[in-house]
Every structure is written in C-alpha cells, then in structure tokens.
C-alpha cells in the first residue's frame, strides 16, 4: 500500500542553521512526490515537487529511489520558514495525492 | 493563483442533523476535487475524489451513504455529511486541480477547511 512517513513531529533549529525534514515513502510504481507547507493561520500550499527539480525559498528535495526518500533541505533556516511541511505522494490514473502526518518546523531566533 | 473557496468555515450542528459543505474553484474549472479530513494534530486523510458528471470515489473505509459527494459543475463540488454525530466532528478540507493542467502537474489548490462541531 502507498504510503508517506516524515518521522518528526517537531524540529527546533537555530536561525542560520541547517534544516533537513525527513520524509520516506512507499509505492511500487513511479512516485510523484511533493512537499506541502502550512504556515500559520494560512491554507495549505505547495512548496515544491520533484519532477521540477527547482528550489523554491532556499529549500530543494532530492527524490532517492533506492533509499525511497524525499527528504527537505535549506542550508540557511530563517524566521520566516516556521510552518507545518507536508511531503505528499501522488498516484493511481487520477492522481490521488496522499500526505504524511507532517512536520513542525519551528526556527528559532 | 487559483483559490479554492470552503463555505462554510465553521459550522456547528445537533446530532442526527445534516450539514452540507461547499467547494468552489473560483477562477479554474476543476474535473476532479478531493476531499480530506483532519483530526486535531494529525495529517490530512484522503476521504473522496470527487468526479465532475459521475459518482465519486471513496477510499477505504470511508462510508459513502455517510458522507454524499456532488460534483455538478466544474467549479462546485458539494461533502454532505448525513445525520451526523459528535465523531464525525473534524476539520473537512477540500483541494482542486486546474483542469487546464492536466493530472500530471500534480499541485492541489486547497481550501480554507470547514470545521465541523457535531453536539
């Protein structure tokens, strides 16, 4: 069965330091996999998708075929990046996009 | 871009009642809207597809004569949750796709959510 795991809740880092969230997926045929954020009060959004191999915010997400992996990254966190992020796959003809249970990003001053 | 509008935003119902949520595309027609549900502090799980001109899809799990899909027009999908009770009461999120891009491009345009408090 399809499925997406970011194995953190919540992940602390200093202003400046480097931000990597984790994200894993499962699915036997050729995934699509993006990365959703939240920020507060606001709906959810797309941050970036792999078939674009783009950097949107300073964040880019290498999709690893053998390690089945999709993992977020930015060098350099700032204030402003705090928010919920989502990795999310997509499948099956219509395009179902499935999430994982997210992870809290919270940067610190 | 294109905005995905929930209406209502809030709604709080008795028991037994039915209460009707709206999902509207308001500058994209959208042949397929989905319609996801979150539990406080948990991820968002995929309820429907939602179909312009045929049934829905359910995922499994998900009891189709409990929450009633309409998808009449390109813009406009409808969640009906029928006689409710207080564990249906979640945060109901609905998403769309522009029909202009295809299924491939794969971004979702989301709705505000409609938080649902079933007494």
């Known amino acids: 069965a399809q499925r997406v795991t970011q194995p953190e809740k919540l992940l602390s880092v200093f202003k400046g330091a480097p931000v990597e969230l984790k994200c894993n997926y499962s699915y036997s045929g050729s995934p699509e996999l993006f990365w959703y954020v939240q920020y507060s009060r606001q709906r959810l959004q797309l941050l970036l998708r792999h078939i674009s191999r783009e950097s949107i915010k300073g964040f880019t997400a290498d999709l690893n075929k053998g390690e089945t992996s999709f993992h977020l990254k930015k060098p350099f966190a700032q204030e402003e990046d705090s928010a919920m992020y989502y990795c999310?796959?997509?499948?099956?003809?219509?395009?179902?996009?499935?999430f994982g249970s997210g992870t809290r990003l919270s940067i610190r001053p | 871009g294109a905005v995905v509008s929930q209406h209502p935003s809030w709604v709080i119902c008795k028991s037994g009642t039915s209460v009707k949520i709206e999902c509207r595309s308001l500058?994209?027609?959208?042949?397929?809207m989905f319609w996801y549900r979150q539990f406080p502090k948990q991820s968002l799980m995929l309820m429907a597809t939602?179909?312009?001109?045929?049934?829905?899809?359910?995922e499994q799990g998900v009891e189709k004569d409990k929450f009633l899909i309409n998808h009449a027009s390109l813009t406009l999908s409808t969640l009906t949750v029928t006689s409710a009770h207080p564990e249906d009461s979640s945060f109901y999120i609905c998403?769309?796709?522009?029909?202009?891009?295809?299924?491939?491009?794969?971004?979702?345009?989301f709705g505000e959510g409609s938080r649902l408090t079933v007494l």
């Open positions: 998403s769309a796709r522009d029909r202009q891009s295809g299924t491939s491009s794969g971004e979702l345009f």
């Open positions: 939602s179909n312009e001109g045929s049934k829905a899809t359910y």
């Open positions: 500058d994209f027609q959208a042949t397929t």
């Open positions: 999310a796959l997509s499948y099956s003809s219509a395009s179902k996009i499935i």
